[in-house]
């Protein structure tokens, strides 16, 4: 896996799922630079992939609240885009996020 902001991240995502029981795999990432008067940070989209299952549907629930580590980085913003099964068995789960350096 690659560095930098989004590689943190899909690392952070996929510990706080194993966690909580749930195995994702990060089908897609992509950040942007971001950054205001105070703040240098980044803007993700990302896709994950997961097995559909209860424990799936709780950590999507609480995955915009949960507090999940990134060294180096504070993760200010997450929110669960849309997720939906696909045809075949694993359902989709856009992500969008913004972390900011520390």
Do not use: K, N, Y
């Amino acid at each position: 896996m690659s560095r930098g902001p989004s590689a943190i991240l899909s690392r952070a995502l996929c510990r706080a799922a194993d966690a909580a029981g749930v195995r994702v795999e990060v089908v897609a990432a992509s950040a942007s630079d971001w950054a205001s008067a105070t703040f240098v940070a980044a803007r993700h989209q990302m896709r994950l992939a997961a097995s559909a299952s209860p424990a799936l549907d709780a950590w999507l629930a609480l995955l915009p609240t949960a507090d999940i580590v990134m060294p180096g980085h504070v993760l200010a913003e997450l929110s669960v885009v849309r997720s939906w099964p696909t045809s075949a068995a694993p359902v989709e789960i856009d992500l969008s996020a913004l972390t900011l350096a520390a």
